[in-house]
């Protein structure tokens, strides 16, 4: 008896989940979905353009895939229908392109900057940077193969080389580290729950939401990266024309507004 | 049931429903890990083998998954008992609960371990007291494991003690035999067969454990880093040593299952299989 309600309720159970990973259609005559592959940084800025973009395009519904630039690129290569992407770092858009993967040259659309972060709390008073260094402080970075673990330690290493930091700063702080996640999301949510003690992430990932948990120090601009977003769009897209019109409002002013209102620097405002 | 449905057919036609089944079901359950094995050479994958961050990781997924296997037989068997012999208000709840961690995504699983267990957890609090910290270590690994791993060992452990013969066991206790002696002598030989298959099955669910280990315990190679963790960070960098990886871990697992399958006395995992399964 109970048997056969736990074989129901395990049955329940995994066609939910299998319905779940179907992708949700509308009705079948409406148009083709376009489908935009955006490094997890991206995320909420992504989001607010593509209801921009719904409305400026009624009829063309937009959906994302957010995860590491590395798993996006290693997703296209795999054959994944995306229409758009976008990489945290020219890294893994070479990657693509070497592969011929998309259609034409890459654009630089917007620039990031990193930060780190402490949680409010701040159980390992951390009060600036050169503390990142002292022992057993639980250092989460993202791990290497992510655009934002290997801009992390960039930042190390040239702090290694600034005033004011001893000369060794840079393996006594990657010794801290405790875990190399695999996107930057995963390294907010380990200090915003309070679990490390510090954490590299994109300026853009301190969302207001985010910021009621956590601190931000400042990285200062000698030492930091400007990593720089480049977006393309792939080949043999299954929506190409709307692949097209979602670039344009990225690269437009309306667009670079947007990413900038999500602490992402627009391009005009960096400069040389 | 199914018998009966058999019989009622033409013997043919049956025959030919079973068999195209089996091929389909069959093929689809190879065909991945032909794909993987043709992808690779034995060579290629001896040399990854060698490598540092393999070896790590190869030496952190074995300790790991024993320790954690170990943790779930020596904690599931008594709770399978208990149910199996007993009644008791709640006891749907308790059962729920067990079988939780199948239907939960490990993720989910990971993130509520942390929300226990971290060191704002409502349990981290009190380890931290005692000077003990999960996340980010590798005793952070075995309890991500242990937690997934459990309803593969009460299950099967259940399954099997419940369909001992209940004279056999009344028959121990009219002797005046304790329950604890019925247990430790009559129950446990006699269920041997479903604790086996259950041992098998949560050990190699640890060993595969993959989404509660990275929430959890995060990913550090020599520290947290197991293989599947290996596999999937290898996966986003290094196709290739990410095959080689997937193979060594499908080679082990495939070893793992078959070496517990034809370890003792042959006929007992059909019995075992049996039981567990119910009707």
Known sequence: MNRVHRRTLVLVASLALLLGTVPAHGEADAAKPLEVYAAASLADAFTELGRL?????????????FAGSQQLATQIEQGAAADVFASADERWMDYAKERGLVVGEPTMFVHNRLVVIVPRTNPARIGRLQDLAKGGIKLVL?????PVGRYSRTVIRNLSHTEGFPADYAPRTLKNVVSEEENV???????QLGEADAGFVYRSDISPVIRRYVRVLEVPASANVVAAYPIARVKDAPAPEAAKAFLDLVLSAEGQQVLERHGLMPLAANGP | MAEVAVRSLRPSLA???VLAASVLLLGFLALPFIGLLLRVSAGEVLARLARPVV????????ITSVAATAVVVVLGIPVAWLLATREFPGKRVVEVLVDLPVVLPPTVAGFALLMAFGRAGLGGRALAALGISLPFTTLGVVVAQVFMAVPFMVGPARAS?????????????????REAFTF???ALPLALPGLLAGVAMSGARALGEFGATITFAGNLPGTT????LAVYVALQSDLDAAVALSVLLLVMAFGLLLGLRSAPAGSFWGRGDARAQGH
């Open chain 1, 53 to 65: 973009f719904e409305q400026r395009q009624p009829g063309i519904r937009v959906r994302f895939n």
């Open chain 1, 142 to 146: 993202a791990a290497d193969a992510v």
């Open chain 1, 185 to 191: 999301k995963s390294v907010v949510s380990k200090v």
């Open chain 2, 15 to 17: 025959r030919f429903g």
């Open chain 2, 55 to 62: 070896i790590d990781a190869l030496r952190l997924s074995f």
């Open chain 2, 161 to 177: 003690f419940a369909s001992l013969d209940r004279k056999l066991l009344d028959a121990a206790a009219t002797l005046r035999a």
């Open chain 2, 184 to 186: 430790f002598h009559v």
């Open chain 2, 225 to 228: 880093q197991t293989m599947p």
